[in-house]
């Protein structure tokens, strides 16, 4: 996730002051490159999930998946997991429309889940 928030833009000195400085530049940096740093505590994830615009929750299991190798065993895609809280954020209409058009521009046939009609 860190690795992408830089990708799209945000600079590790934003990363730093957007979570109130909870984290230094220098740390959010390491953190994308893969370096070893000490994980944060547990009461620095309502910073990062604003700064990230996540759930505290999504931080927690971001922190768990890096820093103690512990994963979902859901099968939910880092994908789908990276867009969860924006799309559970939308009106109904709205999710509805984001629906339409990711059904649209999926490649092949639309498989309905088993529980739709």
Do not use: H
Request: charged content about 30%.
């Amino acid at each position: 996730m860190v690795k992408d928030l830089n990708r799209r833009g945000m600079r590790f000195i934003d990363m730093q002051t957007k979570s109130d400085d909870a984290r230094s530049a220098a740390w959010w940096n390491q953190v994308a490159n893969g370096a070893v740093v000490n994980p944060p505590p547990a009461d620095l994830f309502p910073k990062f999930a604003r700064m990230m615009g996540v759930t505290e929750r999504r931080v927690a299991e971001m922190a768990a998946q890096e820093w103690y190798g512990v994963t979902p065993k859901d099968g939910i895609s880092p994908r789908v997991l990276r867009l969860a809280d924006a799309l559970d954020s939308l009106s109904d209409d709205d999710a509805a429309m984001v629906e339409r058009l990711i059904r649209r521009m999926r490649k092949g046939p639309v498989k309905k889940p088993k529980n739709q009609s």
